[in-house]
């Protein structure tokens, strides 16, 4: 009888510790079920981003719009800045295509001179979308930017407008051979010519705030008589702007392009007349956008433009 009873004791025990173990592995296996391995999310792709400078507010806003989309659609991301310099861009380029990257984001430095970077995708059969900036050889699947020549002739429409259809004006250029350089003076030389505006002296001052202020130091020198200033970006109208202020002659009306913040409070504080207000991280979140049509087998346009708006006080 005592050993019926052990038998009996001991049977439930096994019973009860069975029971728990299973209860246990149940509901272990269930969690797992809800829960997604952690570091082991895959990626839709790697895209690269090799952009001309984040030396620069447009170009780093540029960029967080490429961050924001990649991170949104599922893609690993490269960044690497070329610091305004061609041959730093090529190299760039050779870095990332050896990364594997699937497509190719690039804002060139120069638009002749990014042609050898883009062969060398073409080669490695790796699609390439241009942002801001054109290229003018390679095989480059599409171009993101805004409509620069409509926005050069805003910028000159607006000084015809104020300085009524007559007087003396400065361009300061951009990084020569860059296509919005191009294009945005194009715009506005265009739109000057059928007025009696003067353009009595266009320099290049590189898209650079410092070298902005030195060229138009040296403009206010040789130019007694300026009536306004037209900046191909904001960077270099806010160096034109110190160097206007500090000589004193603040009568000047000056327009810049892009629209950074620091532009448009310039502009809100009566500094700066007008930017053109560009979008870039539309435009940076557009690349990633068509980058994914791309990789998905999808037919994209050659072309493709983002908005422009005159922003004024």
Do not use: W
Not at 45 to 51: A, D, F, Q, S, Y
Not at 71 to 98: A, F, H, R, T
Not at 136 to 157: F, L, P, Q, R, Y
Not at 227 to 244: K, P, R, S, T, Y
Request: overall charge negative.
């Amino acid at each position: 009888m005592k050993n019926f009873k052990k038998l009996l004791v001991l049977s439930l025990v096994v019973i009860l510790v069975a029971g728990l173990l299973v209860g246990c592995g149940g509901q272990d296996a269930d969690a797992d079920k809800d829960q997604e391995p952690e570091g082991n999310v895959e990626s839709k792709g790697k895209i690269g981003l090799v952009i001309s400078t984040l030396n620069n507010p447009f170009f780093v806003t540029l960029r967080e719009g490429v961050e924001a989309k990649a991170d949104e659609l599922g893609y690993e991301l490269v960044v690497l800045d070329s610091q305004d310099e061609s041959s730093k861009e090529i190299s760039n380029v050779e870095d990332v295509l050896e990364q594997g990257i699937d497509v190719l984001l690039i804002n060139p430095v120069d638009s002749d001179a990014v042609a050898n970077a883009i062969k060398l995708a073409n080669k490695k059969d790796i699609p390439v979308i241009t942002l801001d900036r054109s290229a003018t050889d390679g095989d480059v699947a599409t171009h993101i930017a805004s409509d620069n020549v409509a926005g050069g002739k805003m910028a000159a429409e607006f000084i015809i407008e104020k300085l009524e259809g007559k007087g003396k004006v400065v361009q300061l250029q951009g990084i020569p051979g860059a296509s919005a350089a191009r294009d945005r003076g194009k715009g506005f030389e265009e739109a000057i010519k059928d007025s009696d505006i003067e353009v009595i002296a266009s320099q290049p001052a590189d898209f650079d705030r410092q070298k902005g202020m030195s060229v138009m130091e040296n403009i206010l020198q040789a130019q007694p008589e300026i009536d306004a200033v037209f900046c191909q970006n904001d960077e270099m109208a806010l160096g034109a702007i110190q160097a206007i202020e500090a000589a004193g002659r603040e009568d000047i009306l000056v327009v810049g392009f892009d629209a950074t913040d620091d532009a448009v409070k310039a502009v809100e504080e009566g500094k700066m007349g007008a930017t053109i207000a560009q979008m870039p991280e539309v435009i940076g979140s557009m690349g990633v956008e068509y980058a994914d049509k791309l990789l998905s087998g999808e037919d994209v346009p050659e072309y493709i433009p983002v908005d422009l708006k005159l922003i004024t006080k």
